[in-house]
């Protein structure tokens, strides 16, 4: 008999709020979670706004000898994790910690440790360099600070595939537990690259908006004035238990995983194919994985990232990929809210489409006001929709042309 794969925890950290309950509320009530940068002087700087995490102390979940030997993106995975293990009860002894092992993924990983440290070595040299430099910055850190603080000794793997890395992360801990290499996962991303080097080379790329002088209004995806995404930054992990195992220790349960595809483009190092091929593949892939039809999917939370490229390309790819129904899912792209997490989007989207199937409600696009001609789904334009959703997909696409896609199912035992 096949195993089952469900969803026992979550945790977010996101502009919108630092917990889960504080994001879903933001993201359900439609919150804007961008603002002017604040971290350092943006004079010059094309693009001047991002989604920031506001009044994250590290020391509410870290001792304060460690928090220096940790880059931002790592306290951020810590602090997910924590609100995800809290939130399922998972407890990890002595008897059971082979079982439960720990896989988040990052795009970027310690920029902002890089940028300091290098920012030493120039003015000091070598010896001003941090010894501590080197495992706060590196990306698979995530996961080992992770799994020293739970004591977590299964499989330990960390995953650096652009915005798609936390998605592949959620997707291959769904594999590891499916074929019996784990009985749980701690599972998602985390990202923390609002930096100057960050900001400066995605602006060189010409990929952000530069709506300066309207931060809340410049995430706006599929609309005619779209002009580029926002920098978001946070975490998103989930507790990912086999179902029996979950059964056993009476744990709440918000959704099944029940596909998960990946695929490449081949095409160009930043734009995805003009035909949306690898897009298409992979929602294949995850629905025929799970042997799901697209006319039973409900809900799709997209990649959505506010570039002219990516929104209308996506679009072209659910049409060809839904057919028919693609008029009749829900699509919606809470990087409206959220800002792009790069690295960490696909672990925050997991959670997000988990509790929109766990609560029956499908966040919202806002900022939607013109919607682009091209761009003529239902993307549940500016508020949250109450409604019946048996299957949500969430898409993840990432620099190189690196896509995953993840099936999520209501929880019916």
């Known amino acids: 008999m096949s195993r089952r794969v469900v969803i026992t925890g979550i945790g977010l950290v996101s502009s919108l709020g630092i917990g889960t309950a504080a994001t879903w509320r933001g993201l359900l009530a439609g919150t804007p979670g961008v603002t002017r940068v604040t971290r350092f002087d943006v004079t010059g700087f094309a693009a001047q706004i991002a989604a920031e995490v506001k009044g994250f102390d590290p020391l509410q979940f870290i001792e304060k000898k460690d928090v220096k030997k940790m880059d ?61 430099f080197i495992p706060s910055a590196i990306i698979n850190l995530a996961s080992g600070q992770v799994s020293i603080r739970f004591g977590a000794k299964g499989p330990n793997i960390a995953t650096c595939t652009a915005c798609s890395a936390s998605a592949h992360a959620v997707g291959e801990s769904f594999e590891i537990i499916k074929r019996g290499d784990a009985e749980a996962m701690i599972a998602g991303g985390s990202e923390a690259a609002i930096t100057p080097m960050s900001l400066g080379g ?10 300066n002088d309207e931060p809340s209004r410049a995430s706006r995806p599929f609309d005619t004035d779209r002009d580029g995404f926002i920098i978001g930054e946070g975490a998103g992990v989930l507790i990912l238990e086999e179902l029996e195992y979950a059964k056993r220790r009476g744990a709440k349960i918000y959704a099944e995983v029940v596909g998960y595809g990946l695929s490449g483009d081949a095409y160009h190092i930043t734009a995805p194919s003009e035909d949306g091929d690898g897009a298409i593949r992979v929602m294949r892939m995850a629905l025929k994985k799970a042997g799901v039809a ?21 679009t072209i790819a659910i049409k060809t990929c839904f057919g028919e129904h693609a008029r009749a899912v829900a699509i919606s792209s809470t990087k409206s809210m959220t800002g792009h997490l790069l690295g960490g989007a696909g672990g925050l989207e997991a959670g997000i489409s988990a509790l929109a199937v766990h609560d029956q409600i499908a966040p919202p696009t806002i900022n939607l006001e013109h919607p ?11 508020k949250s929709r109450p409604m019946p959703i048996r299957y949500a997909l969430s898409n993840s696409f990432g620099f190189g042309g690196t896509n995953a896609a993840l099936l999520f199912k209501k929880y019916e035992g």
Do not use: W
């Open 372 to 382: 682009d001609p091209e761009c003529d789904l239902d993307y549940v334009p500016c």
């Open 72 to 132: 931002v993106f790592i306290q951020y995975a810590v602090a997910a994790s924590q609100f995800a293990m809290d939130d399922s009860g998972l407890l990890i002894t002595k008897e059971n910690a082979p079982d439960v092992g720990v896989f988040i993924g990052s795009g970027i990983g310690g920029f902002q440790t890089i940028e300091r440290e290098h920012s030493a070595l120039l003015d000091g040299g070598p010896r001003r360099i941090s010894p501590f």
């Open 202 to 211: 995605f602006g060189a790329l010409r990929a952000l908006s530069t709506r």
């Open 294 to 314: 697209p006319s039973e999917v409900d809900y799709i939370n997209a990649h959505g990232t506010s570039t002219p490229y990516n929104d209308r390309l996506e």
